[in-house]
């Protein structure tokens, strides 16, 4: 049975009394998310009486898997969600299902990292170069290749697991296998396993079950959140190769999603869980981190992400560890709100539309315009700067905190782990610059 957490009537501040509330149009809401530390967002809105603020009673509910937590928002089961950056997109344009999903929060960067079992790394570290004893980072998949190849030729499969076939997880592990000459397989309109072609077989597994499923051999690696990253290398099944910071350096993780139909019929209400999710994500990076060990106790809660509070800390303290006793420091491994983490822009959507599309989730090609739209379609930054301006009249946040006059691209950038620059505004240009993946012309039929 799931844990459900619902909000008290008290207020945690003088909050509402000094500032004239949202005539929401529902004030009532339940909520969704996975237990993971990125659903950090929620809790501490929940915790710090954001919500109540805003004059909304929230109850927050832990689902089973992705699909579960997707299917409830569609029928309105739950209000709106903590949800993997694809999933609203996928939704909108019919892969998977079909719904119109948006979000006008981004709820992180950066926050997963890529496993492997003992027995691979042990392997792996044949070809990673060390200095001092210990290897060099970053750790491109150059160094799985051959592990790939010996599998191979001894006529076994090379598996691995990410968290859903849209997930942000997904998209990553195959652009770090694929960076290092491993091929993670296509998707078609007749076989939607995505291991057409394959070297290395991808296949969903929940995010907590990840560790044991590594451990049974069923998976020799995985990509997802934490804390089932550190929870390998705690009980020492396993060795995190590499985080998302360091395949894409500052990359959009989580978002919150909801449908259309709901901010069309609840406009306030809609600005009113932005502006909580503002201040939740403000809180917890203010003043270089200092409420993340709060945060920690708050997320080790049973109904929250219910991991022992020294694995959640390990990665949301500024650290990581990868080897057991190799810890460096990884001050960005968890961003919620410094540089624009929390604006959603649509630059952001527009990557995963092309790894869709590179992958062969998307089976044909697609122009330019048709990316911009499907983007501005489901990415909603004019609500969240309608809930920024709030909070920012309101003296509650910086002018400083909020990219005003953005256009909702970020600018090009090539801090990926193969250097290969990105332009949200020219994404069948970026597609082509991919050495592996489809091409122009290519239906994945």
């Known amino acids: 049975m799931a844990i459900m957490i619902t909000a008290g009537m008290m207020s945690s501040s003088a909050y509402a009394a000094e500032t004239e509330l949202l005539d929401v149009e529902q004030d009532e809401l339940k909520f969704g998310f996975i237990k993971l530390t990125d659903m950090a967002p929620l809790a501490v809105a929940y915790e710090k009486g954001f919500f109540e603020d805003e004059?909304?009673?929230?109850?927050?509910?832990?689902?089973?898997?992705?699909?579960?937590?997707?299917?409830?928002?569609?029928?309105?089961?739950?209000?709106?969600?903590?949800?993997?950056?694809?999933?609203?997109?996928?939704?909108?344009?019919?892969?998977?299902?079909?719904?119109?999903?948006?979000?006008?929060?981004?709820?992180?960067?950066?926050?997963?990292?890529?496993?492997?079992?003992?027995?691979?790394?042990?392997?792996?570290k044949e070809h990673i170069p060390h200095e001092n004893g210990k290897p060099v980072h970053p750790i491109k998949a150059d160094a799985l290749k051959p592990v790939i190849e010996k599998f191979k030729d001894e006529g076994k499969r090379f598996n691995m697991g990410m968290v859903f076939p849209v997930s942000t997880h997904n998209y990553e592990l195959r652009y770090?296998?694929?960076?290092?000459?491993?091929?993670?397989?296509?998707?078609?309109?007749?076989?939607?396993?995505?291991?057409?072609?394959?070297?290395?077989?991808?296949?969903?597994?929940?995010?907590?079950?990840m560790p044991s499923t590594l451990e049974a051999g069923t998976i020799h690696g995985y990509?997802?959140?934490?804390?089932?990253?550190?929870?390998?290398?705690?009980?020492?099944?396993?060795?995190?190769?590499?985080?998302?910071?360091?395949?894409?350096?500052?990359?959009?993780?989580?978002?919150?999603?909801?449908t259309k139909e709901f901010t069309d019929a609840n406009p306030n209400t809609t600005l009113a869980l932005t502006k909580a999710l503002i201040r939740a994500a403000q809180w917890l990076d203010e003043n270089d981190n200092v409420n993340r060990p709060e945060a920690v106790e708050i997320l080790a809660?049973?109904?929250?992400?219910?991991?022992?509070?020294?694995?959640?800390?390990?990665?949301?303290?500024?650290?990581f560890e990868f080897e057991k006793g190799?810890?460096?420091?990884?001050?960005?491994?968890?961003?919620?709100?410094?540089?624009?983490?929390?604006?959603?822009?649509?630059?952001?959507?527009?990557?995963?539309l092309t790894q869709m599309r590179r992958w062969g989730q998307i089976s044909e090609d697609k122009d330019d315009q048709w990316y911009a739209d499907t983007a501005a379609d489901v990415y909603r930054p004019d609500i969240y700067l309608q809930a920024a301006r709030l909070l920012a009249t309101e003296g509650f946040i910086k002018e400083a905190d909020v990219p005003w006059d953005s256009d909702g691209y970020r600018e090009m950038t090539n801090e990926f782990i193969d250097g290969i620059p990105y332009d949200g505004k020219m994404p069948n240009d970026y597609l082509k610059s991919l050495t592996i993946g489809y091409k122009e012309g290519s239906t994945g039929s």
Not at 176 to 188: D, E, I, K, Q, T
Not at 224 to 244: L, M, R, S
Not at 245 to 257: L, M, R
């Open 55 to 124: 004059g909304l009673f929230v109850t927050l509910e832990p689902q089973a898997n992705w699909k579960v937590l997707l299917d409830r928002v569609i029928t309105g089961e739950l209000d709106g969600a903590h949800m993997l950056a694809g999933q609203p997109l996928a939704a909108t344009i019919g892969f998977g299902t079909k719904a119109h999903i948006v979000t006008p929060f981004s709820m992180d960067l950066n926050g997963n990292g890529i496993t492997v079992s003992n027995e691979v790394w042990e392997m792996m």
């Open 176 to 209: 770090w296998l694929a960076a290092g000459g491993v091929h993670p397989g296509f998707y078609s309109p007749t076989d939607v396993s995505g291991q057409i072609e394959a070297d290395a077989f991808l296949s969903v597994t929940p995010p907590p079950q």
């Open 223 to 258: 990509c997802v959140g934490e804390p089932w990253n550190q929870q390998a290398v705690f009980k020492g099944i396993g060795v995190p190769v590499i985080t998302d910071y360091q395949i894409w350096k500052n990359n959009p993780e989580k978002v919150f999603g909801l």
């Open 301 to 319: 809660q049973p109904g929250y992400v219910g991991a022992d509070s020294e694995v959640i800390a390990a990665s949301m303290t500024g650290t």
């Open 326 to 352: 190799d810890v460096r420091e990884i001050p960005d491994f968890n961003v919620f709100y410094r540089y624009y983490a929390t604006y959603p822009y649509y630059s952001d959507a527009v990557w995963y």
